[in-house]
């Protein structure tokens, strides 16, 4: 508990992570009041100042206001603000999105008319709107300041922090100045930074992109969250390059086609697809483009969020807390990236066995020797690779034979007479890969990326709890590894698939093909898209859109307040040594956990700042996703919850001090 009277603290930043700061400070604020009997006159207070300029709770990315169109990437059923460890302090008010869900569809309270409608037919396995998930924030956050302990106040100031600097204080021992950008200054003894996604400097091709529009007169849209987008710029009826085909393509797609009035409609013909396209009128044709050429794989039809049928073998905490005991700070490609590799063949070809015994020639003999040659040790004087690779050809017919790195770039090693025949051969991939998530977990090559998937998650734990090398960190895990599986199992929902084979379908959307390259062509006053493994003219148009986020690297960061730490040597950027001895500038914040506090310019650990969510990317793997509730089904694995347990231990060492 606080040693002065009042123990102010400023979050910085009051999305999902920071308003998981404000919960977790009320929660042990109250347990620690109920444990001590202290009176209300001699009690210490607690004041938290709350600074950003959106909402509180649904911050920038959340608005309830936004477009419908924009829908999140997890089912109903994952999400969660209020952590369920028994062994943390219990919450005060709030649950998971899903005990959300079905409480106000019941009720209705505090929902406008389109939201009542979404929730009307929004079930648990469904993928719920980004702007519902914001109300679900928003709604939780006023449950919890409804429920406010004794000695708490919270003041809101929705504006921007723009500095944070050390200064004497006679009531506290450590103390901050937070200068806002209204002019106010705050004087607190904590501050948590809770950045969320920060404006970063364009690089240079874009910067190159952005002059040329402004002088040849072109439109370009840069990276940006897609709700900041006005998206009425773009014309209608005419060519637009799209580039980038992850997550954030599906939201252009969303807008330029449903949001312009297209509506998409089951099938009558059978055999063309699920869905057809009615257009509006007022569509652009999009051209869309990335480096392997396709979007994305859609995830599988699956009741939980990783596959009940997966369990991994080989990659487990058992494995990590052996390198754990023998002092081993593992390598990725070395060390973690086989042990999931036999995870993976073991999900695709047990899931092969099941559904399709014919195409395996004495199923039970090759799975008693597949799992056999898997095992770590089994061949320790061979390539065990080699091995299973050995068995494979034996026993499994060659049209079903898993090409794991062929998944990820399924354009690789072909190449198209014309965008047209590319055209086609994206529509098929498209039906096929809809097809495999429609039969969910009895599709074989859904269920190795659901052990990638899976993997995933432990990986996390073994990144953030011991570790991996610098070097393993720079080439493997974020080399090529974390590309790779974002393009298997990060994926939209199936049904974003349907719709992009629909538009393709009615010549609303067509491909560029892989490894695109654009330029400028000043004399025509276009921008062009050209693959070198399709034969046809280069794609071209007046508008060109990065379908993507600004890139979440603190050291490209235009943040007047990260900029002012970085000055001041309060804060520094992470650097990691690669395998060449060079040092390589990481994404992410210095930091020492736990908590995760910053380290400064000099080596030394900034006492009094905590640090939680995106700019600790360099620390920690995957920190956008949000914090998952208790699976009904299914596995659930620790990191599912670590950004709450991070925020718990910021706000225990707050009240600590």
């Known amino acids: 508990m606080a040693k002065s009277q009042i123990n102010r603290v400023a979050l910085i930043g009051a999305g999902p992570r920071g308003t998981s700061v404000l919960e977790r400070l009320m929660a042990n604020w109250a347990q620690a009041q109920r444990n001590h009997n202290t009176s209300a006159a001699s009690a210490p207070k607690l004041h938290i100042d709350v600074v950003d300029p959106y909402p509180a709770a649904s911050g920038h990315v959340w608005q309830p206001e936004q477009s419908r169109l924009y829908l999140m990437n997890t089912q109903a059923f994952y999400p969660t603000l209020i952590p369920e460890d028994p062994m943390l302090a219990p919450p005060l008010a ?44 928003r709604q939780t956050l006023e449950g919890l300041l409804q429920r406010l302990p004794d000695g708490v106040e919270v003041t809101f100031h929705e504006t921007s922090a723009v500095a944070v600097r050390p200064v004497a204080a006679a009531s506290s021992p450590q103390a901050f100045d937070v200068e806002l950008a209204d002019g ?11 950045l969320g996604h920060i404006e970063s400097r364009l690089n240079p091709e874009q910067r190159a992109f952005q002059r040329a529009a402004n002088e040849q007169g072109l439109l370009y849209l840069p ?46 013909g059978g055999g063309n697809g699920v869905l057809e396209y009615r257009p509006s009128g007022r569509e652009p044709l999009i051209i869309a483009a990335s480096r392997r050429g396709t979007p994305y794989r859609a995830k599988a039809g699956l009741a939980g969020y990783y596959p009940s049928s997966v369990t991994l073998r080989f990659l487990t905490k058992a494995a990590l807390d052996r390198f754990r005991a023998a002092g081993i700070q ?26 399709q015994p014919a195409a395996i020639r004495d199923v039970a003999e090759f799975l008693a020797a597949l799992i056999d040659a898997l095992q770590p040790h089994a061949h320790a004087t061979g390539n065990w690779e080699s091995h299973v690779s050995g068995l494979v050809g034996k026993h499994v017919v060659a049209s079903r034979r898993l090409d794991l790195l062929g998944l990820a770039a399924p354009l690789s090693g072909r190449t198209f007479a014309s965008r047209r025949d590319l055209d086609a051969a994206l529509i098929a991939y498209l039906d096929d890969d809809a097809r495999r998530s429609a039969l969910g977990e009895a599709d074989p090559v859904k269920m190795a990326i659901g052990a990638l998937h899976a993997g ?3 990986l996390k734990s073994a990144v ?9 960190w720079l080439a493997g895990l974020r080399g090529w590894f974390e590309s790779f599986v974002e393009g298997l199992a990060s994926g939209p929902p199936a049904l974003r698939s349907e719709q992009l084979a629909a538009l393709a379908r009615a010549g609303v959307v067509s491909f560029v093909g892989p490894d695109p390259k654009f330029s400028v062509d000043r004399t025509a006053g276009v921008f062009h898209a050209v693959s070198p493994w399709v034969h046809d003219a280069p794609a071209q148009a007046r508008t060109l859109i ?14 007047p307040l990260l900029k002012q730490l970085m000055a001041d040597g309060l804060v520094r950027t992470k650097i990691m040594m690669s395998a060449e001895g060079t040092p390589v500038q990481t994404s992410g914040l210095d930091v020492e956990p736990h908590p995760y506090r910053p380290v400064g310019a000099n080596g030394s650990v900034t006492q009094g700042i905590y ?17 998952e509730a208790t699976p009904a089904t299914g596995p659930a694995y620790p990191s599912g919850q670590r950004t709450l347990r991070d925020a718990d231990e910021i706000a225990r060492s707050i009240l600590d001090q």
């Open 94 to 137: 709030g649950g998971s999105f899903d005990e959300w869900r079905a409480a106000r569809r019941r009720d209705g309270q505090g929902l406008n008319d389109a939201e009542r409608t979404e929730l009307d037919g929004l079930e648990s396995h469904n993928f719920p709107s980004r702007a519902l998930y914001g109300r679900y924030l």
């Open 184 to 194: 106010a200054h705050l004087t607190v003894s904590s501050v948590v930074l809770a």
């Open 223 to 268: 990276p940006a969250a897609p709700a900041d987008v006005d998206w009425q710029r773009v014309p209608d009826n005419e060519p637009v390059l799209v580039r980038g085909m992850g997550l954030n393509f599906f939201d252009v797609m969303g807008q330029l086609t449903e949001g312009r009035g297209g509506k998409f409609v089951e099938s009558a």
């Open 330 to 355: 593992p390598g990725f490609d070395h060390d973690l990236w086989p042990l999931l590799h036999r995870d993976v063949l073991w999900a695709y070809y047990s899931t092969l066995a099941a559904s």
């Open 456 to 458: 995933r998650a432990v």
């Open 464 to 472: 953030a709890d011991g570790g991996i090398t610098d070097e393993s």
């Open 546 to 559: 990065e379908a993507m986020s600004p890139a979440n690297k603190v050291g490209a960061n235009i943040s």
């Open 611 to 627: 640090v939680l969510g995106l700019q600790l990317s360099a620390s920690q793997w995957g920190t956008a996703i949000a914090a």
